[in-house]
Each structure stands twice: as structure tokens, then as C-alpha cells.
């Protein structure tokens, strides 16, 4: 029987692994936290409340999954990380616009957000809503600037994979279905589906786009994107488990909200340790993906176990 | 002294221009809305209701000022319609799109668009906001994409020029001066300034995305983007002359709602005579913007007297 709150260390990675990809979560993070500050504008440089919600909303802390996972996966091909960390942050605008408008009282209803008041309740809802809007923009008119790359081909391949992952058929459609889904039992495969939607696309384009901007030939990008999906779906699942087992504290959000307004989670569908089975099968996926990378990607292979191990 | 409803026929271009403009606006509109039909996924493609609302707030008519710009100038270039008709779905999608949030409840709380139900009236409020932010991403898709022009380094200036129109230094920003000044007296200067952003921007972006399609050369595209700047001044002008002295029968929308709600308009600081007189002083600047496209630019002239004429 495995520990109730957390898989056993023998299952996991050596812990060296855990300690290179701990020390360099958190010096990336900083690193796409510095490019989110660098290319929003001053509060001086528009209209100051709304640029001030921008910043509050994306900067100071999270995980930096995403930007991670744009940076690291950059880095195997040799990519400048001044080109990565635009990326990185262009995403990371993206996912808090997407967070922003869901917190809304119209939509999840949510008072914080890591640990903190949410956007609209901070500043107020219309300001929300713009904010969000304006972060969406941001997100794409840096991937459209000549530092995220000298070539035009590689800035519309990013464009064209991001619009794919984060509009109706991608991040946006998932979070309409996931409302629909709430009070009514969901089958497994339609879980499944609305998650691959809802955070598996973004996390899957942001595996990919290290291979877009290193101009990676296809296989390796068809392993990338496979690693993006396996660990986007482990992550949900792994989401679930916390909701279900973690303390608000621990979360820096309610806790226990899935069970309180009937949504159908994979640990519902699953139980604990069938969900916790799942993320396992995902992570292990996920590893085989990069299995051409050899040592060069460690980190991201630790990444896979991180995100069926935290605690937040 | 000018009449009070409308500016007499003397002041305008010869009524064949109007007779040409008027079938091609048509002719134009339906193109623009085919694309739009055409560029967005059938019900059966995604998320029904999504889509759906999507749908809705995007066809089923409007004026289509800026498809239209978009499509005319690009013709003094002889780019395919093909190409431009993209363009025009973008922008008529990113515009339908600011529509939906602007009408929110939190927002300006509007039941009414072109005098049907707005968005979050027929649907909900959480699918009207999904449905704004998904045609945001489907409007950047589209540009991206090698139909709307076979260089990618047109696509990336296109993308560019319409992230920063309408983004928190352009419509975005508007929109927040906008709701932070409602119930205060705004001088005319900061007036000038939030139109400018919330409006003027795409509109000036709609009249300039021609040129950038057409490959047009530095001075062409600056004479298209003041022309834009123009005729979107001139359209807020006459937008707030229309709330002022039109019925909500012709506006197809609550009317006097700016008296209403204590905005800060040109009719408030310059008189409905005074409100007329700058704009067709800005109609005028936009006609000597395009002298050198000659007889060619026939029909965007007479839509620069169009914009301030309209009953709707």
C-alpha cells in the first residue's frame, strides 16, 4: 500500500536529480519573473491601474511550470536564454490571463490565488477582466518581436502553436467544458478529454516550443510535445490528489473545493491510489519520451516525477 | 447654422461616391462575413456552446467599418481578397470581442447590441467571457497563418501592428481609461486621448493593414495610418452626436446612455454644432491623407464623410 500523501522515494528519481531540478526551478523562475517584469510596462508607461493588475497578476511567485518547460526544453537544442525567457514569460502571461478571468464570480468564484487575493478581488472585476485581456495580447505580441527570434518562420511557428493550444479547441474550449461538466458526473474519458484541453495543451506547448525555437527536426518535436502531454495530464491528475489530500495552507487556494461543488476528478472517477497509479503511468511516459536526450535531460525528467510529488 | 440631425448634402462628396460606397460596403460586409463564418470552427468542432457564442456575437451583420478598411486598402494594393478578407475577420472578431466584455455587467452593463440580446444576455456570463477571450487567440490564429499572406515576415508585422492596436497601450487601455473616468469630468484632451486608444487604434490598424499586405512602401503605409487615425477620430465624434440625437430604434442600442451615465463626451464639451465641426475637420485631414492613391481611393474618401453621416 503506498503512503497516503505522497509516493515513496524508491518509486522516484535519485534524489541528486530532485536537487539539480529544485536549484534550478527556482533560478529559472527567476529568470522568466525577470523577462515578465522587463516586458510588461512601468505602471508610468499606460494607464496605471491596469498595468498594475497585469503585474499583479503574473508576477510574484508560482511554480513557473510553464516558463520552465520553455526554457529547459529550449536549452537542449542551445537556444540563448534571451530568447527562451521570452517565451517563457509570453506563456506565463498566458496561463495568469487564463487564471484571472476563471477566478471571476462569474466563472469559478475564487477569493485567492497563491496565497493572495485574486485580481478582481484586489482591484475590482472590470479591471480583471482587462487585465486578462490585455495579458492575452502581451503574450502574443512578444512572441511577435524579432528578440524571441532572428527568423520570421520560427516567430509564426510559435503563434500558430500557441493560438492552437490556448484558444476554443485548446485551453479555452476545456475551461467552457469543465464549467458545463460542474454538478454532473462525468464519465473517465470525458475527464480525460477536458483536461487535455484545459491545462494539457498549454503545458504540451510549452515542452514544444523549446523544440520550435531550436528548429528541432520532427521527431524530436514529436517527443516533446509527447512529453508535454504526458506530464499535462499527470499534472492535472496530480492537481486532484492535492485538492483532495492538501491543506489550503499548503495550496495557498481552498482546499477541497472539487469534492464541495460536485466536479468529477480523476480521484473521484479513481480513487487516491488509482489516481496516483495514473500519474505514475503518465510520468514513466513521459520519461521514455526522452529517452534520445540521454543526460541532457535530466531535469526534465526529474520535472516528471516533481509534478506528481508537490505539495502545492 | 447646420441642421440638427444631420450635416447637409453640400458638405459631402458628389452622392455618386455615396451610391458606390454604399453597394460596396454591402458587397464587402458579406465577403468579410463569409470569411468569418468560413474561419471559425462549424458547432460540431468543439465546445457546441462555445462556439456557438462565439458565433453569435461575430456574424449576422454590423457595419463592418473595419473588415472594410481592411479590404479597400489592401485593394489600392491589389492583394487578393482572399488574403484581405482574413484580415478583416481578424479584426471584425478581435472588435466583436471587445464588444462581448465591454457589454459584461461588471463593465458598461449592457443588454443590447445591434438590437439584439448582447452576448452574455442570450448565453451566460462565464461562456461570454470564454467566448471573448477565445475570439481574441482565433483573431491572432488567423494571422498567422500562410493563407492570409505567403511571407511570414508580413504575417509577423501584421500580428505586431495588431497586438499593440489593441492591447494595454491601445483599445485595451482605452477601455480602462474609459470605465476610470465615468462620473467625473474629463478635460478635452484626455477625451481625445481615451478615444484614441479605445477605438481609434484598431481602426487606424484596420486602415493600415492594407498597406502592410500590400508590401506599400514607408510613406503610402504612414498617409494609411493617418488617414485611419482620422476617420477613427471622426467616428467617436459622430458616435457620441449619434447617442446624443438618434433613438435606440436607430442605434439598435440603449440611446442616450452617455447623458445617462455622466460620460465624459465631445457633445458635453464641445456642443452637438461644435462635436460636428471637428469632425468633419477630421474628415477633410483624411481625404488630403489620400491624395496620391488618386481616383483609386474614390470609395475610402466617400467612407470618411460615411463615418460621420450614419444614422446607426
Known amino acids: 500500500m503506498t ?4 509516493i ?10 530532485a536537487d539539480l531540478l529544485r536549484k534550478d526551478m527556482s533560478a529559472r523562475a527567476k529568470l522568466v519573473e525577470s523577462a515578465i517584469d522587463a516586458l510588461l510596462p512601468p505602471t508610468t508607461g499606460g494607464d496605471a491601474r491596469l498595468i498594475e493588475a497585469m503585474r499583479y497578476a503574473t508576477l510574484g511567485g508560482g511554480k513557473r511550470l510553464r516558463g520552465y518547460l520553455a526554457v ?23 496561463h495568469a490571463y487564463s487564471l484571472v478571468h476563471d477566478d471571476l464570480p462569474a466563472m469559478d468564484d475564487d477569493d485567492l490565488r497563491r496565497g493572495q487575493p485574486s485580481t478582481h478581488r484586489k482591484f475590482d472585476e472590470a479591471t480583471a477582466i482587462l487585465a486578462g485581456d490585455a495579458l492575452q495580447t502581451k503574450a502574443f505580441e512578444i512572441l511577435a518581436d524579432a528578440q524571441t527570434h532572428e527568423s520570421a518562420n ?7 502553436a500557441f493560438a492552437a493550444a490556448s484558444g476554443a479547441s485548446g485551453m479555452v474550449g476545456g475551461q467552457m467544458i469543465d464549467m458545463e461538466g460542474e454538478g454532473r458526473a462525468l464519465p473517465l474519458d470525458e475527464v480525460r478529454h477536458l483536461h487535455a484541453l484545459k491545462t494539457g495543451c498549454l503545458i504540451r506547448y510549452s515542452a514544444e ?12 518535436q514529436r517527443r516533446l510535445r509527447s512529453y508535454g502531454t504526458n506530464i ?16 489550503a495552507e499548503e495550496l495557498g487556494k481552498t482546499a477541497g473545493k472539487d469534492e464541495a461543488s460536485g466536479k468529477s476528478t480523476f480521484v473521484a472517477l479513481l480513487g487516491i491510489d488509482g489516481a496516483r497509479a495514473e500519474a505514475e503511468r503518465l510520468t514513466k511516459l513521459a520519461i521514455e519520451d526522452l529517452a534520445p536526450f540521454g543526460a541532457k535531460a535530466d531535469r526534465l525528467k526529474a520535472l516528471a516525477y516533481y509534478v506528481i510529488e508537490r505539495r502545492n
Chains 1, 2 share one sequence.
Open 8 to 17: 515513496s522515494p524508491s518509486q522516484t528519481q535519485p534524489s541528486a536529480n
Open 232 to 247: 499535462g495530464a499527470a499534472f492535472q491528475i496530480a492537481d486532484d490528489v492535492l485538492d483532495a489530500t492538501a491543506t
Open 3 to 6: 503512503d497516503p500523501t505522497t
Open 209 to 220: 516550443s523549446g523544440a520550435i525555437l531550436g528548429q528541432a527536426d520532427a521527431d524530436l
Open 154 to 160: 520560427v516567430r509564426i511557428a510559435l503563434i500558430a
Open 72 to 94: 529547459e526544453t529550449a536549452s537542449l537544442f542551445g537556444v540563448p536564454e534571451a530568447q527562451s525567457a521570452r517565451v517563457g514569460a509570453s506563456v506565463e502571461m498566458l
